[in-house]
């Protein structure tokens, strides 16, 4: 059984930063050998691949988001993080967690977390 759960997010102007932590409990299972992605999903869109991170640390980005996200993992806490910079309008959007795995891209898995509103707004 995997349980993920988020915390983070909120409200914050144009150009701030926010933060967004997901822990796993995962019984039974290597949380190590896992990749994990962090979706959005925006009112009237479909839900998009923000950014991910390999078992093996390596990360990828959509191309909206480079250079502005960070996404981390602390295998020892269970947990992944995404780190959010100059924060725009087009950001705000429900956030979710994913655990998935890598097979020549990245592929969600059944487990996703609660989903965390982060609006961007003046």
């Known amino acids: 059984q995997v349980q993920v759960v988020q915390s983070g997010g909120g409200l914050v102007q144009p150009g701030g930063s926010l933060g967004l932590a997901c822990a796993c409990v995962?019984?039974?299972?290597?949380?190590?050998?896992?990749?994990m992605g962090w979706y959005r999903q925006a009112p009237g869109k479909q839900r998009e691949l923000v950014a991910f991170?390999?078992?093996?640390?390596?990360?990828k980005y959509a191309d909206s988001v480079k250079g502005r996200f960070t996404i981390s993992r602390d295998n020892a806490k269970n947990t992944v993080y995404l780190q959010m910079n100059a924060l725009k309008p087009e950001d705000t959007a429900v956030y979710y967690c994913?655990?998935?795995?890598?097979?020549?891209?990245?592929?969600?898995?059944?487990?996703w977390g609660q989903g965390t509103q982060v609006t961007v707004s003046s």
């Open positions: 994913n655990v998935g795995n890598y097979v020549i891209n990245y592929r969600p898995l059944e487990y």
């Open positions: 991170i390999r078992s093996d640390g390596i990360t």
């Open positions: 995962a019984d039974g299972y290597d949380f190590s050998a896992f990749a």
